[in-house]
């Protein structure tokens, strides 16, 4: 499921940040004018992130939660998995922009990058999702997709007080109180806050606005850990699907009138519609793992995905910025089937950097982080 999540973002950033329609012809622009509609809503790759991550961590702290070792294995184990690519990422953004940013901006012949300042210190304590930093071009997509990561780690915060210090009879009208407060919350914000001066919402971005996929995604764990709870879903999986499928059609509905993630459906109800929806899918992946939902998400490729989707999603936004700029430089109209290649191009490019960082930096990391027991 990782691995479809990191798909439908790649995908989507890749469609969009491509030749506008006007530059086509006629016979790609309907073409490709119908892949951007079909992954206008890629961007709920992020709320799937997002349950994945509740259903996850909530998972594993429920587990623990006895554990006198409690606090100190999670935060340890968060930090070697989290924080060194996180940093290494930061820190490579600001080698280019304070080394060879003239350089850089000549050969992409992009208009000159200024060099960051004070506010991108705002990313090394993850409030970047709150008041966000002075962005260049490039920094914009270098760093932009690191707003999640912020929402991520405030939830850590939070998370495993609430799981250790609450009766689960407790956190269950927690969770769900939670999930059914975020739309207001975010109506509230939509219009008391003021607008960003970058292409983000923080009705989109802060942690109380987007609280309701990781509320879904711990209460799909609490309640996949209640053996009552497994026997209905057993005896009921029918009821499971027809939920599913309805939900689907809610999810391809605001896909076709309202797909941008800022529109007030989207920001109303749409957002938690969304997490509903994939909650449902995880659930019936879990109770039917032999069924056709099951096994598409056991397919070998997107379990490989799934495995490097952590700099995947990292690094996609910047690869696809600087190979557009390169195809830009190259070629002076480039066509949608030249854009094509380069976004093949780009993927197989952040794929093989994302494997070779599993390999040599994550993996020796998470080896290490796995060395805490709880």
């Known amino acids: 499921m990782r691995g479809i999540a990191v798909t439908l973002v ?4 890749y469609a969009f940040i491509g030749p506008s329609p006007g ?5 790609a622009e309907r073409l490709y004018l119908w892949f951007q509609r079909f992954f206008a809503i890629g961007w709920s790759g992020v709320d799937l992130f997002f349950v994945l991550s509740g259903f996850l961590i909530g998972g594993i702290l429920l587990d623990a939660k006895d554990s006198p070792a409690y606090y100190k294995t999670f935060y340890l184990r968060r930090f070697y998995r989290i924080l060194p690519l996180y940093y290494l990422w930061i820190f490579g953004y600001l080698l280019v922009m304070f080394t060879s940013h003239s350089w850089f901006s000549a050969l992409l012949k992009v208009p000159s ?5 004070a506010s ?10 709150v008041k966000f930093a002075g962005y260049s071009a490039l920094g914009w997509a270098w760093l932009s997709p690191t707003w999640s990561l912020a929402v991520e780690e405030q939830f850590y915060l939070i998370a495993p007080l ?10 269950f009208v927690v969770l769900c109180a939670v999930a059914v407060a975020a739309p207001f919350v975010r109506m509230w914000a939509r219009s008391h806050l003021l607008a960003q001066p970058v292409a983000l919402d923080q009705v989109y971005t802060l942690l109380p606005c987007r609280a309701d996929a990781l509320a879904l995604g711990v209460l799909t764990a609490l309640l996949w850990r ?4 497994r026997t209905w879903l057993s005896r009921n999986t029918r009821t499971l699907q027809i939920l599913g499928a309805v939900f689907l059609c809610g999810v391809i509905g605001l896909g076709y009138w309202s797909p941008n993630n800022f529109s007030l459906p989207m920001e109303s109800v749409g957002y938690t519609w969304l997490a509903i929806f994939y909650a449902l899918v995880l659930l019936l992946v879990l109770e039917k793992p032999s069924g056709v939902v099951g096994s598409f998400t056991r397919l070998k490729w997107l379990r490989e995905l799934g495995g490097v989707s952590y700099c995947i999603y990292l690094i996609h936004f910047a690869a696809g910025w600087i190979f557009r700029a390169l195809l830009d430089t190259l070629v002076k109209h480039p066509s949608v089937w030249e854009w094509t290649a380069f976004c093949f191009v780009a993927a197989t490019v952040v794929y093989l950097f994302a494997r070779a960082s599993w390999k040599d ?4 990391l998470l080896r290490r982080a796995h060395a ?3």
């Open 10 to 13: 790649v995908v989507s950033h």
């Open 23 to 27: 530059d086509h012809p006629v016979g």
């Open 113 to 117: 990058q200024a060099p960051p300042d």
């Open 120 to 129: 991108v210190f705002w990313l090394f304590a993850f409030v970047q999702n």
């Open 162 to 171: 609430l799981i250790r210090r609450l009766t689960r009879r407790a956190l």
């Open 226 to 229: 209640s053996a009552s709870f």
């Open 361 to 364: 930096i994550e993996s020796p």
């Open 372 to 374: 805490y027991q709880f």
